[in-house]
């Protein structure tokens, strides 16, 4: 062991995002450098998990409106949208949006006189973001859309009945209603949403200056060290840390959206793999 | 492959593509589709095995087997399928390695991860390195099969342990009623009645190992997507066929022929979703009944 620990993680702890060391680790590899870079890697797919689900959740909404509308031209688009985005392969979907978004001119886009660059596109943290973003929005539309189409019609006579109307019965029926029945799918969405984050780095976005995700850094060592059988474990040990507190927080919000109910007639949070990309 | 074909420089138009689109790379890229094809009828009955050999050991009376099958379930619930997917093969790959080190090298006491490389002498190397080609592709593939298999069996056995638990107590009392044996309750009833609850599951399950597909890229074997982004790539002058960057064409052809797949089988499986339901008491099932009456 030639560096002490501490040390080891002052300097890689935040390799990820370029700064510490510029070298990586060349040969002496310890449990300690696994460790300190996997879990810095792991930034980046809490980076792309939280804001893509976060953005994701409200275009997933209008999307589950617009799929429930009466009216064509609303109805068909978001259609269209959320059968190519969960009819595809994320995979796929990455390289087809590096490859368009390599294509935009270099020099930026002239908008009404107003220069807009357009290389930063390109790099993972924006190209990606977005890819996630829009699958993201798809997936969860979907199971949003089901559970509107699941909301009891008593709810919805009851609304009428009080006089509610347009954004208010929205607002206070049917939302949170929908968001209800759709919980226990949603979380299971979230989980594989941040699983999925770690196929960026593996699918055309360039890992600039190696600043990678968990995955990409957990390669890293497999191909250096020929051993896989310790830096995939670390990788997934950070990944199962990344589900439970998921798990905890989809929980939290579970509870604060069946307060209402009776103990026992509230739905159980269970992960059930079905639901995946 | 044409006769028009022999001075690509001088084709122009239609006769220019036709030839473009029969060279013989291209058509290892058409073949690269019956790759993709071939893996995900491969694995598909695999992986329904583990997925059945796991669900029925989660559900054992045996405390170990029991452990083993509820390990194996919960083992893609918390960890991406994509580490499995890089993990699996090269483990594999090392593992009968070591067991051909054990065999067939003269003992040493040389560390095994040393140097950069996995360290086994040269006559126990998976395939042997003066083995032809196709047969490191066959190897490749053979690992990727097992990969699949693998994460896909866990996919499966979550699916089918809950089936097997949604079929109905009474009807499983039913026939214990008429003296069958746990065996003979399990066989005669148990499996034949879970297909129905299973199918959403195992449908579901089918679009996802159809999308997983791309991921064999990942592990080095040369499919749709290795043979797009190397044929899209610019091609200069040097070439027979020179083109600008066409990766943006070759990946849409792809997500066409993903999203084909994706309506077929949503069809198919449309199909056999209402043949299954016939005659059970669900509300698919309900449903049929009434429309016939």
Redesign the interface.
């Known amino acids: 062991m030639t560096d002490s620990c501490t040390q080891i993680i002052a300097d890689y702890a935040f390799r990820s995002l370029g700064y510490g060391e510029r070298v990586l680790p060349r040969s002496d590899f310890t449990l300690c450098h696994e460790f300190t870079l996997i879990g810095s890697g792991l930034i980046w797919n809490v980076y792309f998990g939280t804001l893509a689900l976060f953005f994701g959740f409200f275009a997933a909404t209008a999307l589950a409106l617009a799929k429930a509308s009466p009216r064509a031209w609303l109805r068909r688009p978001a259609e269209a949208f959320i059968?190519?985005f969960?009819?595809?392969?994320?995979?796929?979907?990455f390289?087809?949006a590096y490859?368009?978004l390599?294509?935009l001119p270099k020099a930026g886009i002239t908008l009404g006189g107003l220069l807009i660059p357009t290389d930063w596109t390109t790099s993972a943290w924006a190209g990606a973001l977005l890819v996630l973003f829009l699958n993201t929005s798809a997936y969860s539309a979907e199971i949003f859309h089901g559970a509107l189409m699941a909301v009891p019609k008593g709810d919805i006579e009851a609304a009428d009945a009080y006089g509610l109307t347009g954004w208010q019965k929205f607002r206070r029926i049917l939302w949170p209603t929908t968001l209800r029945l759709a919980w226990p799918a949603y979380t299971n969405e979230a989980?594989f949403l941040?699983?999925?984050t770690?196929?960026v780095f593996?699918s055309g976005f360039p890992a600039y200056q190696q600043r990678g995700d968990a995955?990409y850094y957990?390669?890293f060592f497999?191909d250096?060290?020929?051993?896989?059988?310790i830096p995939?474990p670390i990788?997934?040990f950070y990944?199962?840390l990344v589900?439970?507190t998921l798990i905890g927080l989809f929980g939290m919000i579970n509870r604060r959206l069946n307060r209402h109910l009776p103990g026992q007639s509230r739905p159980k949070l269970r992960?059930?793999?079905?639901?995946?990309? | 492959m044409f006769d028009i074909c022999a001075d690509p420089k001088s084709l122009e138009g239609l006769a220019w593509a036709l030839c473009y689109l029969t060279t013989g790379k291209h058509l290892l890229f058409y073949g690269s589709f019956f790759v993709v094809l071939a893996l995900m009828l491969i694995v598909a009955p695999i992986a329904l095995a583990f997925g059945f050999g796991g669900a029925i050991a989660a559900r054992s009376a045996f405390l170990p087997l029991r452990l083993f099958g509820k390990a194996y379930t919960a083992m893609?619930?918390?960890?991406?399928?994509?580490?499995f997917f890089?993990?699996v093969p090269?483990?594999m790959d090392?593992g009968l390695e070591y067991l051909r080190h054990l065999w067939l090298c003269p003992p040493s006491d040389a560390p095994l991860?040393s140097k950069?490389?996995?360290a086994v002498c040269a006559a126990a190397k998976l395939p042997l390195s003066s083995a032809p080609q196709i047969w490191h592709e066959i190897y490749g593939f053979f690992l990727a099969v097992i990969a699949f298999s693998v994460v896909f069996g866990a996919?499966a056995a979550?699916?089918l342990y809950?089936a097997m638990n949604a079929v109905p107590r009474a009807q499983l009392e039913t026939a214990e009623a008429y003296g069958m044996t746990t065996a003979q309750v399990r066989r005669r009833i148990l499996i034949p009645q879970m297909w129905t609850y299973a199918l959403?599951?195992l449908s579901?399950?089918w679009m996802?190992l159809?999308?997983?597909?791309?991921?064999l890229?990942?592990l080095g074997v040369e499919d749709i997507?290795y043979w797009?982004?190397e044929l899209?790539a610019t091609k200069s002058a040097l070439y027979d066929y020179p083109h600008g960057?066409w990766?943006?064409w070759y990946?849409?052809a792809?997500?066409v022929y993903?999203?084909g797949m994706?309506?077929i089988s949503e069809r198919v499986l449309d199909r056999v979703t209402s043949r299954l339901s016939k005659g059970q008491a669900t509300m698919a099932g309900e449903a049929q009944r009434k429309a016939a009456a």
């Open positions: 059968f190519v969960r009819g595809s392969p994320l995979f796929i979907q390289f087809l490859e368009i390599v294509q989980i941040f699983h999925a770690t196929i593996f995955l957990a390669k497999a250096k060290t020929f051993n896989p059988f995939y990788a997934a990944f199962i589900t439970l992960i059930r793999p079905q639901i995946i990309r | 893609v619930r918390g960890v991406p399928d994509i580490i890089l993990f090269v483990a090392q991860w950069g490389e996995f996919f979550n699916v809950g959403p599951g579901n399950l996802i159809i999308k997983a597909t791309p991921l890229f990942l997507v797009a982004r899209g960057d990766r943006v990946v849409l792809l997500l993903y999203l994706t309506k």
